[in-house]
Nanobody, 115 residues
Framework: QVQLVESGGGSVQPGGSLRLSCAASGRVSSIYTMAWYRQAPGKQRELVAAITRGGSTNYADSVKGRFTISRDNAKNTVYLQMNSLKPEDTAVYYC?????????WGQGTQVTVSS
């Protein structure tokens, strides 16, 4: 059974940083695009950042210059470095990945930015 397991969420003050990780486990042959989404209370889930297997990236305008997505293909892992966090970044963050041509989701990890 293929799973995506996220870690690294938590609570931080405005201006702080967090690093999220998401590792794919199980019988994995190839992982193509990997991405992070987030969903705040009462809002739709939105794309935060995505990265192709070759390393091309794209970001939501709201996080450009503050967040960085990266991946380690040898470890089947994607990361999201989040700096200069704002209260509006508060949400459940979900990992999403195209694994062997099937899109899969992680269980989500809570990020709370508050003073």
């Amino acid at each position: 059974q293929v799973q995506l397991v996220e870690s690294g969420g938590g609570s931080v003050q405005p201006g702080g940083s967090l690093r999220l990780s998401c590792a794919a486990s199980g019988r994995v042959s190839s992982i193509y695009t990997m991405a992070w989404y987030r969903q705040a209370p009462g809002k739709q889930r939105e794309l935060v950042a995505a990265i192709t297997r070759g390393g091309s990236t794209n970001y939501a305008d709201s996080v450009k210059g503050r967040f960085t997505i990266s991946r380690d293909n040898a470890k089947n892992t994607v990361y999201l470095q989040m700096n200069s966090l704002k209260p509006e970044d508060t949400a459940v963050y979900y990992c999403n990945a195209d694994i062997d041509s099937l899109w899969r989701w992680g269980q989500g990890t809570q990020v709370t930015v508050s003073s």
